[in-house]
């Protein structure tokens, strides 16, 4: 009696712990696997145009980039150029700006060719402290900040806000 009394409470244990493995392991599936969100964002600002950034997320990554600025003014304006930075920041939850993507090229012996690098860099890697957290508002409230030297070694700054213009959110369902 006492071996069919000890079988059955191991039954009733292993049962409870595959039912609880079971339980929490499709917890925490559920909360990473929100499938793949495809941000595609622009934004115009008085000398320079953002297109085509890109923010895609995924269950356990991250990209961001993939666009292209576009100079509006005279290009001949920075064929000398030796110097520019661009700085990408989001809003996190605290709506404070947090800088996810930076590119800067300097040059002392000759230009760094700024129009032939208009192409975004981009960035892929998992989630951030609180990146699970963030939304598409979070997302909207992008902002790309370009600052560059002209032929005169003239120092410029703009900053512009960048808006999503397409936006497709792919559901994982298996």
Known sequence: MKKLILVLVAVVIIWNAIWSYLYFNKEVETNLNTGVQVYTLKGTGDTWDVLDYKIIISSNKILRGHGKLVFKGDPSALVNSSYYKYEVNEKNNNNKDETVLVNEARSTDGPVSILSNTDIASITGPYSYD????????????????????????????????????????????
């Open 131 to 174: 990146e699970l957290n963030k939304n598409r508002q979070n997302y909207e409230n992008t902002t790309l900040s370009i600052t560059w030297n002209d032929n005169e070694g003239e120092l410029h700054s703009e900053t512009i806000s960048l808006d999503i213009a397409s936006g497709i959110s792919l559901k994982d369902d298996l």
